[in-house]
């Protein structure tokens, strides 16, 4: 096993002290100078404190955040995969795994929602917990993205302290912090913080486990990791499980200095009891929602509703064609991108997206330090670091979708990558001076301003003139509907060229309860038994068609024969 960094090269991104100049003049360049001596004493005092530097990088990313969702006006849910998160997260603020299926559960009929066996959402059930901690401890779902994004910053900076260093790590968790912060990850409902905070756990405990020779805290933090990974990504997490299962069985079997007693007391028997615990708690989850301890609801969800395939290799299954004009659509669309998928189109099209990611994740302007990747090939971790990287990357390249959270187990490797270049170029000489330390110092702060910047200018952009969007016109209604507390029902009728993408029909876990319920029109016969069952309610009717709106809601009055 390769020995760890040594301290002074650890600690050297994080030392950019300049010699205090002997000279008394109140120049510019001097005060220049003395602020940043002083900023650099203070960051090198809060990276020597790990415990306060995780709550720093915590809190600062969770003002980054709220931050975000200010600056793009707190945008409401708009894809699919939102509204299905939210209706986990209310069924979990309620106190249920699940929802017993609605007697009008057709009219209700969603992308990815199961109405049967019982109404919940089809996703792993992590982020939606995250989401439901912020709506019971301040009534508003977008604190719980907030909290998963300060979660995912702290548990990158605990990872990074051990890959890297303290001072390293400290600067790239914030810096990644301030650039993920533009992205949907921290003011949407869509994910992505959940499974790089779990990735970064499982990272950062297994370098622990090994470098340190074991730990049973380092146990349970492995184990509660794999199992965050499991229920937000749950392949891409395996994939990234198979990777430190072969780096924790070499440590087992050929690492000496620990008897193996030792070790299976200290890491395997708390590994194994935590993943059991939590294997059991899934299972109850999958109970509950399928009737089925070993079917997943994203399994169910398949067999009844998704017309595409997990993997390019599996056939596409024929589904007959759905009564509804909306569905049949989506279900076209997703037809076409599993066809293409399967093309070598398809996969070049995987491959920019791959690379798209890297850029999600790193700055273009600030990859130079990458030219250094040769000479930090020689480190045994950073050779684990790049191989896993390029092994879950090939993993994902045959699945039929690609989305950048479903990368995001890997925004861990991808920083410990960038700051093991930056530890190589820190000791850049010219001549007798050693500039390397200043440039690399300098590299992280750019790379944290870059983030900070791009918020900022979102905060200050004023306010689009442009028409509402589809998803703020749908919240607008039902805002407008349901005050006063009236109970309403919404009949949506979609035209010929809507677009299946642009979904109104998503409803709360508790539909009866809810002041506006959302329908699927089919037409006015078929709408008797929903008006008759919802009798007590006011019932309008919402043409949705290809324009941009705005969209008239008017009574609904059934047609006579």
Not at 2 to 28: F, I, K, V
Not at 247 to 255: I, S
Not at 433 to 457: N, Y
Request: hydrophobic share 45%; proline share 6%.
């Amino acid at each position: 096993m390769s020995r760890q960094p040594l301290a002074e090269d650890r600690a050297s991104l994080g030392r950019m002290t300049p010699r205090r100049e002997q000279s008394g003049n109140g120049s510019l360049g001097s005060l220049v100078r003395t602020a940043m001596c002083s900023l650099a004493r203070r960051y090198e005092f809060l990276a020597a404190r790990p415990v306060v530097a995780g709550i720093v990088v915590a809190v600062v990313a969770f003002v980054l955040a709220t931050a975000a969702s200010v600056a793009h006006r707190f945008p409401p849910p708009s894809v699919h995969d939102e509204f299905s998160y939210l209706l986990g997260a209310e069924t979990f603020v309620n106190g249920r795994l699940s929802n017993p299926t609605h007697p009008m559960g057709r009219y209700f009929e969603t992308f990815h929602e199961l109405q049967r066996p019982t109404y919940a959402s089809k996703f792993p059930p992590a982020n939606a917990l995250f989401i439901a901690s912020g709506w019971v401890l301040t009534g508003q779902p977008i604190v719980g993205v907030w909290i998963s994004f300060a979660f995912m910053s702290a548990a990158l900076y605990w990872m990074l302290h051990a890959w890297v260093g303290a001072r390293p790590g400290l600067g790239l968790a914030l810096a990644f912090a301030s650039r993920a912060a533009t992205s949907y990850w921290s003011y949407t409902f869509w994910g992505g913080a959940v499974a790089a905070g779990a990735g970064a756990l499982v990272l950062g405990a297994s370098y622990r486990i090994v470098q340190s020779r074991g730990g049973v805290g380092n146990a349970i933090v492995l184990g509660l990791g794999l199992l965050v990974l499991a229920n937000s990504r749950p392949y891409e997490g395996l994939l990234l499980a198979l990777a430190i299962a072969v780096v924790l069985a070499r440590w087992f079997w050929r690492d000496r200095r620990e008897p193996w007693r030792r070790k299976s007391v200290c890491v395997m028997l708390p590994l194994t009891i935590v993943g059991a615990a939590g294997l059991l708690c899934m299972g109850i989850y999958d109970k509950a929602v399928t009737g089925d301890w070993h079917e997943l609801p994203y399994q169910a969800y398949q067999h009844t509703r998704d017309s595409v395939p997990a993997f390019v290799w599996q056939r596409l299954p024929h589904i007959a064609p759905h009564a509804d004009r909306t569905i049949r659509s989506f279900d076209a669309w997703q037809d076409s991108i599993a066809r293409v998928a399967r093309t070598p189109s398809g996969r070049l099209e995987y491959l920019v997206g791959v690379k798209d990611f890297f850029e999600f994740v790193l700055p273009l302007k600030l990859l130079f330090p990458l030219l250094l990747l040769p000479l930090a090939w020689r480190r045994y971790w950073f050779r684990f670091s790049v191989l896993t990287v390029g092994w879950v990357v090939c993993g994902m390249g045959l699945t039929s979708y690609f989305q950048f959270h479903y990368a995001a187990p890997l925004v861990g490797l991808i920083l410990v990558i960038y700051g093991e270049c930056l530890r190589w170029l820190s000791r850049l000489r010219v001549g007798h001076h050693t500039i390397g330390r200043a440039l690399a110092a300098a590299t992280v702060v750019l790379f944290f301003l870059s983030g900070i910047g791009s918020t900022a200018e979102e905060l200050v952009r004023p306010l689009p003139s442009k028409q509402m969007s589809r998803a703020a016109q749908r919240q607008l209604i039902a805002d407008t509907l349901s005050h006063g507390g009236r109970r309403n029902l919404v009949v949506v009728r979609y035209g010929e060229q809507h677009s299946p993408l642009d979904e109104w029909v998503f409803n709360s876990a508790d539909i009866n309860g809810s002041l506006v319920v959302w329908a699927r029109d089919m037409g006015d016969p078929g709408n008797n038994p929903l008006l008759d069952y919802f009798r007590g309610r006011a019932a309008w009717l919402v043409e949705v068609n290809s324009d941009s709106g705005p969209y008239r809601v008017r009574p609904y009055v059934p047609r006579t024969p």
